[in-house]
């Protein structure tokens, strides 16, 4: 049996479930029979094989046992925020009463402690939900490790800050296949790329939210990644830097679209205004024809949801003072229907080209 991560065997025990539904429906409407020994056959090969994947992978073998596990990863995510936060109000509500080579013990213990408990309970914890909620509590810790050190030696705020937190995350991320983390880290690493494009232009890195353009670098790269690291063993994770990489390039120019005064570009305010709605209808194009094309629904919706808003936002600016309310809102429905009919030609095109 060639599977290796939890994943793949999750999905091979789905097949088996959905062929054992279709075969359900082919045997009742007498389009195919299997005989007494083929159908103990496969039942006993189906059985062994799920048995196998419980044992290795800890799955979901049924539609009961998959609705408690998303019961566990909300009970798990809540958690975790429970922790952090007992955690945050704890070391402010102490932290006073203790001395500085206390403080600075305890920060440097904390995360340590909790990242030695997140690879203990890794390897004990065959569902993986204990090992995530204790990872987020460790990035938690060190998020304000970094930040309570800074202020107990008044070191400079620095935008460096953001790329350590997001080496921690990303191990974590990679550590427990945790996505959520994986985001955290994402986040930050974007935040570190826009600090420091701000820095080389010559602003204070705090600033950098003031050139939205300093977003950009950013998409690129996390575009860039999953395309030289395929990320097989980690799912989710592709689709992630995708989906950021699209939100660090669309928020940018939809500011931009509204406002050509926070640009680089030393030229008219209203050209670059028009030339950036313009950038955001091609690029949802883009976004939506390179997701059809390479089988990434997320790429897809992304593309849909911002071409949606840079449409709806020029109609704002055209038609929101002088036309009756009534009318703009039928002119937004009536769009939506369109848009809909196009996709779903789309669709069918799709639907064509796979037969």
Not at 236 to 260: K, Q, T
């Amino acid at each position: 049996m060639s599977i290796s991560t939890q994943t793949e065997a999750q999905r091979r025990a789905d097949e088996i479930n959905v062929f054992r539904q279709e075969l359900g429906r082919l045997q009742q409407g007498g389009v195919l029979t299997l005989s007494e020994e083929q159908q103990q056959a496969v039942s006993s090969h189906h059985q062994a094989l799920l048995a196998e994947l419980s044992r290795t992978f800890d799955i979901d073998r049924n539609i009961p046992s998959r609705q408690l596990s998303i019961g566990m990863r909300i009970a798990s995510f809540l958690g975790a925020l429970a922790l952090a936060a007992s955690i945050f109000f704890l070391f402010y509500q102490f932290w006073g009463t203790l001395s500085t080579p206390v403080q600075v013990a305890i920060l440097i213990l904390a995360p340590l402690a909790t990242f030695l408990g997140t690879m203990w309970a890794q390897k004990r914890d065959s569902t993986g939900y204990f090992a995530k909620l204790v990872a987020m509590v460790s990035f938690a810790c060190f998020v304000l490790d970094i930040t309570m050190l800074g202020q107990i030696f008044n070191i400079t705020p620095s935008d460096n800050a953001l790329i350590v937190w997001a080496a921690f995350a990303l191990l974590l991320a990679y550590t427990c296949e945790l996505r959520l983390l994986l985001a955290a880290g994402l986040i930050c690493l974007v935040g570190f790329i826009a600090a420091r494009t701000g820095t080389w232009s010559g602003m204070y890195w705090l600033d950098f939210g003031e050139r939205p353009e300093n977003f950009f670098p950013a998409a690129i790269v996390l575009f860039l990644i999953p395309q030289f690291a395929p990320h097989l063993r980690f799912a989710g994770f592709a689709m992630l830097y995708r989906v950021f990489a699209l939100l660090s390039l669309f928020l940018p120019i939809l500011v931009l679209a509204n406002w050509g005064g926070g640009s680089y570009l030393d030229i008219d305010a209203d050209f670059i205004r028009n030339g950036y709605q313009v950038a955001g209808f091609l690029f949802s194009a883009v976004a939506i024809w390179l997701g059809i094309r390479r089988h990434w629904p997320e790429m897809v919706n992304t593309g849909v949801a911002f071409f949606v808003i840079f449409l709806y936002t020029k109609f704002y600016d055209w038609w929101w003072e002088t036309m009756p309310k009534y009318l703009f809102f039928l002119v937004l429905g009536l769009t939506a229907v369109l848009i809909l009919v196009i996709l779903k030609r789309l669709r069918t095109m799709q639907s064509g080209e796979a037969k």
